[in-house]
C-alpha cells in the first residue's frame, strides 16, 4: 500500500516524519528509520530549524521505505509507506508547467497512490496574537482557501486509485492550546474522549470551516472517498501520532 504525503513549501512536512522516527513513543514508531541520521539530513544547525526538502535537478522526489508499526486493540499492525518526499515547489503550477516532463514523474508516482496524507499550513487570520513568527508568511484564509481548491482539483483529476485522504493542519503549536485539543482527540485503546466519527467533526468544525464547502463535496458518493482532518505539531506526541493510528486503523493489511 503506498502512501503519498504532500503538501506545500515550508508547512513542516520533513519535520512530521522524523518527529515520528523518535524512539520516545505512545502508539507509533518507525524502527527502520533513525532520528538522529534523519536529523542530521535536515536539521539546519546555523538556522535552528528544519531545512526544506532541495530541488534535485535529475530527480524530483525521493521515495523512503517507511515500516509504521501501530499499537492497536487488535495487536501491532505494520504499514508499508512509501514517502514519496518532494520539495514544495513540485506543487506550485508555475513549476509544473516549466517542468512538464518531471512532473508527469511525479503524476506518474501519485497515481499509484491508496492514501494521501496532505499537510496544510495554518492560515494568517487563524494564528494566536503572540505566535512567535512573521505573519507575512502564512497565507491569508482567501489565499489559503483559493490553495485548497487547487487540492480539491488534483485529488480528483491526478489520484485514481486513492481510497483515504488524510489532511493535517500542521503547526497547531501556532493558532491552539496542543495540551487542551490533545485531551479531546487523543488516542487511547479503551478510553478515548471521542471516536473517529467525533473526532473528525470536531476538528473539522473548530478549525475547517472556511473550506467546509469543499470537503463536504469530496466525500459525496459515488466517486468521493474518506477524508478525515486532523491539527499536528511537532510539539504534541498525541496530535502527531492520531493521522497515522486512523491510517493503520483502516488501511493496514
Avoid at 502512501?3 to 506545500?8: A, H, L
Avoid at 512538464?100 to 506518474?108: E, M, S
Wanted: proline content about 8%; some cysteine; hydrophobic content about 40%.
Amino acid at each position: 500500500m503506498a502512501v503519498i504525503y504532500i503538501g506545500d513549501r515550508n508547512t513542516g512536512k520533513t519535520a512530521l516524519a522524523i518527529e515520528l522516527t523518535n524512539s520516545i513513543f505512545d502508539y507509533v514508531h518507525i524502527p527502520n528509520q533513525s532520528y538522529d541520521n534523519l536529523k542530521a539530513l535536515f536539521f539546519d544547525e546555523t538556522e535552528d530549524k528544519f531545512r526544506p526538502t532541495p530541488v534535485d535537478p535529475t530527480n524530483v522526489y525521493t521515495t523512503r521505505s517507511l515500516q509504521v508499526e501501530v499499537k492497536l486493540p487488535a495487536g501491532r499492525k505494520t504499514i508499508s509507506v512509501d514517502w514519496i518526499d518532494t520539495p514544495g515547489e513540485v506543487w506550485r503550477k508555475s513549476w509544473q508547467l516549466d517542468n512538464p516532463q518531471k512532473w508527469q514523474q511525479v503524476l506518474a508516482a501519485v497515481k499509484q497512490s491508496e492514501g494521501i496524507l496532505l499537510v496544510l499550513p495554518p492560515y494568517r487570520e487563524m494564528l494566536s496574537p503572540q505566535a512567535p513568527v512573521d505573519f507575512s508568511e502564512f497565507p491569508t484564509q482567501q489565499q489559503w482557501c483559493n490553495r485548497f481548491q487547487r487540492w480539491v482539483d488534483f485529488f480528483h483529476d491526478d489520484c485514481p486509485k486513492v481510497r483515504h485522504i488524510v489532511i493535517c493542519l500542521n503547526k497547531a503549536d501556532l493558532f491552539c492550546d496542543l495540551d487542551q485539543e490533545a485531551f479531546q482527540l487523543a488516542y487511547h485503546p479503551l478510553r478515548s474522549r471521542k471516536t473517529w466519527y467525533q473526532r473528525n467533526s470536531y476538528v473539522f468544525q473548530r478549525y475547517f470551516r472556511p473550506v467546509q464547502r469543499q470537503l463536504v463535496a469530496m466525500s459525496q458518493p459515488p466517486t468521493g472517498v474518506p477524508v478525515r482532518c486532523f491539527i499536528t505539531s511537532i510539539y504534541n506526541r498525541s496530535l502527531l501520532e492520531l493521522p497515522w493510528i486512523y491510517l493503520a486503523s483502516f488501511l493496514a493489511s
